[in-house]
């Protein structure tokens, strides 16, 4: 069963950073497209970024300049570096793994911006 672990989440203070890594138990993770939702208190889940087996990336436009996302296939891991934090961006984000037409979860991991 594939599994998929985030971490690196925490308390920032605005206008630092925080780099938010996703572990994937899966053999083939490098053929994989890959990406991060968030989900702020009382919101929606909402697309954050995307990263395809290739290396193409995607991201939401209001991300765009001060989130990088990335991966290392040879340590089955995605990132998602987020610059100059806002309170805004306080939110639970999840990464997943798309695989066989669905996309498969991690539990999340909080970051909470302090302003």
């Known amino acids: 069963q594939v599994q998929l672990v985030e971490s690196g989440g925490g308390l920032v203070q605005a206008g630092g950073s925080v780099r938010l890594a996703c572990v994937v138990s899966e053999r083939a993770f490098s053929i994989r497209d890959m990406g991060w939702y968030r989900q702020a208190p009382g919101k929606g889940r909402e697309f954050v970024a995307a990263i395809r087996s290739g290396g193409d990336t995607l991201y939401e436009d209001s991300v765009k300049g001060r989130f990088t996302i990335s991966r290392d296939n040879a340590k089955n891991t995605m990132y998602l570096q987020i610059n100059n934090l806002q309170a805004e961006d306080t939110a639970t984000y999840y990464c997943?793994?798309?695989?066989?037409?669905?996309?498969?979860w991690g539990k999340g991991t909080l970051v909470t911006v302090l302003s």
């Open positions: 997943y793994l798309a695989r066989g037409g669905r996309n498969i």
